[in-house]
């Protein structure tokens, strides 16, 4: 079974620092997707990523977020000057095709926790 | 816009009873519909999608869920529980014009007691 893998698991950081939480889509996949979960609230989309450049974002996504990736394999989450609210789980997701497509499904990782201190 | 509404935060049930996990939506066009699920220190895994053709839908681990576009429901079933079906379901939507963006309920945590 193919995955989608996220590292670090759990990182815990301090108010106003930069954080990037990597992920490794599956291989053949060509979307890219961030979500989050604030403890107790909804999963949140935050942005899609495809033929390398966002393809959508939300109102979340503001300028304090950036993605990348930067090889073949990796897609980043940069979070720049962390505020308490940032506090949450972060999970990266991969799809070989758009929603639309009926074939399509999307994979999601395990999560990163951050905690903003 | 979407959205979800997934009306039980937590639902308690004896195992090999039947369990129903409730989700409405709301969108101004065409929407797939989706479950997830999320067991203890997992990721979100798809339980089942709806895109088109029957509304009746089967997904893994013998759930199913039923498209009912005139109470704008998508309703999870299983007849039959086990206590490995302990976890958090999500249901989401994706509108048809909406990219690829998902939009998840807030979760309805079930649990299954021996």
């Known amino acids: 079974e193919p995955e989608v893998t996220q590292t670090p698991s759990h990182q815990v950081t301090q108010m106003g620092q930069e954080v990037i939480l990597r992920c490794v889509p599956i291989?053949?996949?060509?979307?890219f997707y961030w979500y989050r979960q604030i403890l107790g609230q909804k999963v949140e989309f935050l942005v899609s990523?495809?033929?390398?450049?966002?393809?959508?974002k939300s109102e979340i996504f503001d300028d304090q977020f950036s993605v990348e990736r930067p090889d073949g394999s990796n897609f980043t989450l940069k979070i720049r000057s962390t505020k308490l609210e940032d506090s949450a789980m972060y999970f990266c997701?991969?799809?070989?095709?758009?929603?639309?497509?009926?074939?399509?499904?999307?994979?999601f990782g395990e999560g990163s926790w951050l905690t903003v201190v | 816009a979407q959205s979800v509404t997934q009306l039980d935060s937590q639902v308690p049930v004896f195992e090999e009873a039947p369990v129903e996990l409730r989700c409405n939506y709301s969108?101004?066009?065409?929407?797939?519909l989706f479950w997830y699920v999320q067991y203890p220190n997992q990721g979100l895994q798809l339980l089942l999608k709806?895109?088109?053709?029957?509304?009746l839908v089967k997904g893994i681990n013998g759930f199913e869920a039923e498209f009912n576009k005139s109470q704008t429901s998508f309703h999870l079933r299983k007849p039959s529980v086990h206590i490995s079906d302990t976890a958090e379901y999500f249901c989401?939507?994706?509108?048809?014009?909406?990219?690829?963006?998902?939009?998840f309920g807030g979760g309805t945590r079930l649990m299954v007691k021996p």
């Open positions: 709806y895109l088109s053709g029957s509304t």
């Open positions: 989401a939507v994706s509108g048809r014009n909406a990219g690829n963006m998902l939009t």
């Open positions: 969108s101004s066009v065409s929407v797939y």
């Open positions: 990523f495809y033929n390398n450049e966002i393809s959508e």
């Open positions: 997701a991969s799809s070989s095709q758009p929603i639309v497509s009926s074939g399509n499904t999307i994979y």
């Open positions: 291989s053949n996949h060509l979307y």
